[in-house]
């Protein structure tokens, strides 16, 4: 084949290729524009979705921080002596930012602890709201709200989660409370069969060790104060550990 026929071949393959690209996008012009603007669309609510979570996390952390406020403020008894016999500003039965027992701290931050919680329930800033909520809630001596409280925060955190199993514990702690041990002992020992890393294995021991004590199990109290003795000998449970391996020798 002569080279100025070879040239008219690659030239007609070039024009037939730019004649098909041609047809193709002049026959689905509409579906090309509407892939496109279906793409816009997609990355704009992408967009405003992102913007939304950070605006909601933001609002929930100044939520979360005023109630912080009150959980963390300082008890200071009324009538209480400072230095020189003189009574400090901060006991007078009106000071801002302290109260005069724990209860009535705790009743102060528990609204604004459910309102942060209840604002953005699944953003870390109302997680961690709804846990501190749950721990009050226990202090106070309500029990069966703090379990479901904890149990919430459970549910949204993610059992594997450091909050969720944060919660799994305050909620093993508020159910030996309040005579529940069987579900405690459940929980605990459940908890220190775990392979987790980030979990105080000892301290989760002495609080199984404690709630068999209660419950007059005498064998498994003992078991379990071995257990921290001989697996923990550099935690700071093991001599009240051998005390207590002591006394029920006794």
Same mark, same amino acid.
Not at 31 to 46: E, M
Not at 150 to 178: E, I, P
């Given at each position: 084949?002569?080279?100025?026929?070879?040239?008219?071949?690659?030239?007609?393959?070039?024009?037939?290729?730019?004649?098909?690209?041609?047809?193709?996008?002049?026959?689905?012009?509409?579906?090309?524009?509407?892939?496109?603007?279906?793409?816009?669309?997609?990355?704009?609510? /992408?967009?405003?979705?992102?913007?939304?979570?950070?605006?909601?996390?933001?609002?929930?952390?100044?939520? @979360?921080?005023?109630?912080?406020?009150? /959980?963390?403020?300082?008890?200071?008894?009324?009538?209480? #002596?400072?230095?020189?016999?003189?009574?400090?500003?901060?006991?007078?039965?009106?000071?801002?930012?302290?109260?005069?027992?724990?209860?009535?701290?705790?009743?102060?931050?528990?609204?604004? @602890?459910?309102?942060?919680?209840?604002?953005?329930?699944? +953003?870390?800033?109302?997680?961690?709201?709804?846990?501190?909520?749950?721990?009050?809630?226990?202090?106070?001596?309500?029990?069966?709200?703090?379990?479901?409280?904890?149990?919430?925060?459970?549910?949204?955190?993610?059992?594997?989660?450091?909050?969720?199993?944060?919660?799994? /514990?305050?909620?093993?702690?508020?159910?030996?409370?309040?005579? #529940?041990?069987?579900?405690?002992?459940?929980?605990?020992?459940?908890?220190?069969?775990?392979? #987790? +890393?980030? /979990?105080?294995?000892?301290?989760? @021991?002495?609080?199984?060790?404690?709630?068999?004590?209660?419950?007059?199990?005498?064998?498994?109290?003992?078991?379990?104060?071995?257990?921290?003795?001989?697996?923990?000998?550099? +935690?700071?449970?093991?001599?009240?550990?051998?005390?207590?391996?002591?006394? @029920?020798?006794?």
């Amino acid at each position: 084949m002569k080279r100025t026929e070879r040239h008219h071949l690659k030239e007609n393959e070039l024009v037939q290729t730019i004649e098909s690209a041609r047809e193709f996008v002049e026959t689905r012009h509409r579906q090309l524009v509407g892939a496109v603007i279906a793409l816009v669309v997609i990355g704009l609510g /992408l967009l405003g979705f992102q913007m939304y979570r950070q605006s909601n996390e933001s609002r929930g952390q100044d939520l @979360l921080a005023e109630a912080m406020v009150a /959980l963390n403020a300082r008890v200071v008894p009324a009538g209480a #002596q400072g230095e020189n016999g003189e009574v400090p500003a901060a006991a007078s039965l009106g000071a801002t930012g302290t109260f005069a027992t724990e209860e009535a701290k705790l009743n102060a931050a528990l609204p604004k @602890l459910k309102s942060a919680a209840d604002a953005y329930p699944d +953003s870390k800033a109302g997680i961690t709201a709804r846990y501190h909520y749950a721990g009050a809630l226990s202090a106070l001596g309500r029990h069966q709200d703090a379990i479901q409280a904890f149990d919430d925060v459970t549910k949204r955190a993610g059992s594997n989660t450091l909050y969720g199993r944060m919660a799994r /514990l305050g909620k093993a702690d508020t159910q030996a409370h309040a005579g #529940q041990l069987d579900a405690a002992i459940a929980t605990w020992k459940d908890m220190a069969a775990s392979n #987790q +890393s980030d /979990l105080p294995v000892d301290a989760i @021991l002495m609080e199984l060790a404690r709630a068999y004590v209660q419950k007059g199990n005498t064998a498994e109290a003992r078991k379990t104060f071995s257990e921290i003795v001989d697996k923990h000998p550099d +935690s700071p449970y093991t001599a009240e550990a051998r005390t207590e391996l002591e006394n @029920l020798k006794g």
